[in-house]
């Protein structure tokens, strides 16, 4: 049971949602005035917060199975270092394939310096929007046949390539649990996660 304080925190979350996802819209002048505010309601009372996205490979093990895992990822309309923080593990835009998405951990964001354990690479800082992002699995080897595919491979991305972040994971129907995320992150999402998880909607939408 869902607690009235929790619904109150969860529509508010809705509302910021839905006002972002409009003014983005209205910005690129896709809507006129009269259509953001009806987008802005219609987003308030139909639409959700989450979305569920099908991971595979071995690049964020063990937190998602190695054999791939049905994520629940909340949405994020304009990611910023006030939407996204580093530790989260994020849905974002493959840099060498716009459509494909892969999901990583925000290592880093803007003003952070980047230094190597090579020394013959040069310290730098991140630019204004951009981030580092690194796979889990320690495992893997970015340069030794593309294995962790991460921005030690491909360096700096733009922040505007995240579109959302990962709160829970089923690897398996009997394996399945909240994302361990930044502290920042994982209080923003936990009314959302009460209000809309699923988990038999997961088990139902699970690739074995």
């Known amino acids: ?10 529509l508010v979350h809705k509302i910021e949602y839905s006002f972002t996802l409009g ?32 991971s595979k490979g071995e690049a964020m093990a063990p ?36 459509d494909n998405y892969l999901v990583r951990r925000l290592a880093a964001t803007e003003g952070y310096e980047m230094v ?16 580092w992002v690194l796979a889990d699995n320690e495992k893997l080897k970015p340069k030794v ?10 360096g700096p991305v733009p922040m505007t390539g995240i579109v959302g972040r990962v709160i829970y994971c089923l690897r398996t129907a009997v394996d ?5 995320n ?10 959302v996660l009460e209000v809309e998880l699923d988990v038999d909607d997961m088990v139902k939408n699970h690739k074995s």
């Not at 090579?118 to 929007?129: I, N």
Request: hydrophobic letters at 30%.
């Open 182 to 191: 930044s502290h920042y992150g994982m209080r923003k999402d936990s009314p």
């Open 23 to 54: 003014w983005k819209s209205y910005k690129r002048g896709q809507i006129s005035d009269r259509e953001l505010q009806d987008a802005v309601w219609k987003n308030v009372f139909q639409g959700k917060l989450t979305y569920l996205h099908w």
């Open 1 to 10: 049971m869902v607690s009235l304080s929790t619904w109150c925190r969860y």
């Open 145 to 154: 046949l593309n294995e962790a595919k991460d921005s030690r491979l491909f």
């Open 176 to 180: 399945h649990g909240p994302v361990q």
């Open 116 to 131: 190597s354990k090579d020394e013959k690479d040069e310290p730098f800082v991140l630019e204004k929007d951009q981030c």
């Open 63 to 98: 937190t998602i199975g190695e054999r791939g895992g049905t994520l629940l990822v909340r949405k994020i309309p304009s990611a910023d270092p006030g939407r996204v923080f580093v530790g989260d593990v994020i849905v974002m835009k493959d840099p060498d394939d716009s």
